[in-house]
């Protein structure tokens, strides 16, 4: 087998290999952040249902899985329309995108390693489309808890948005606002009717 060589850089390549998936988590999001796109898990196998095929083999615990195959969330899995016509300006991210990396653990047990790499992205990679993706977009709890305040508070979301983006260096949208307002509402909606609920249902509130 070729020597491996730990994974650090931004780039990954053939028989890079990790003590850990953590580890290698980190070279996926070094690597998402320098290429400008996003990857996902397609398929996986943990270290537990691998060892119920091969319950005598080592693995390191902190690997978490046996295999991985991430895609491009522009591509991957083949997207198949269901659509009737009526919503015709629907979209998706689904571009075809063939990149691909397969991750395998060593013989041994105890590292992680690329074992295929396939592909090259069919689509534009920059700054300005990345940073528009939802999964980038998306607020952490405390800014998220923030936003939901300031809503909460009637401000106007012009300047809530105005606000996240200095704070965040994230492209928030108003459309990522309203829906954060709409989850909040229903959230507070439902626990303002549950004491009325259970009384319907004959419980004794204390």
């Known amino acids: 087998m070729a020597a491996r060589k730990l994974g650090t850089t931004f780039e990954f390549h053939i028989n890079a290999a990790f003590t850990s998936y953590e580890s290698f988590q980190e070279c996926v999001e070094r ?3 320098a290429n400008f796109c996003k990857l996902y898990t397609r398929r996986s196998r943990t270290i537990e249902s691998a060892l119920k095929r091969t319950p005598k083999r080592h693995f390191n615990e902190a690997l978490k899985f046996a295999e991985l195959e991430l895609c491009c969330i522009h591509g991957g899995k083949k997207f198949i329309s269901h659509s009737t016509g009526l919503r015709p300006n629907q979209s998706t991210f689904q571009k075809g995108c063939p990149f691909m990396i397969r991750v395998k653990a060593t013989d041994d047990g105890d590292y992680l390693m690329i ?5 090259n992205h069919n689509h534009a990679l920059n700054k300005e489309s990345y940073d528009h993706l939802p999964s980038v977009r998306k607020l952490d709890a405390d800014d998220r808890k923030m936003a939901e305040q300031m809503l909460a508070m009637k401000v106007d979301k012009k300047v809530v948005q105005n606000h996240l983006i200095q704070k ?10 309203h829906n954060i307002a709409a989850a909040y509402n229903k959230s507070k909606g439902d626990c303002d009717s549950l004491p009325k609920e259970m009384k319907k249902k004959g419980n004794i509130l204390k």
């Open 31 to 33: 690597y998402e952040n």
């Open 168 to 177: 965040t260096q994230k492209q928030v949208l108003l459309y990522d606002l």
């Open 115 to 119: 074992s295929s790499i396939s592909g």
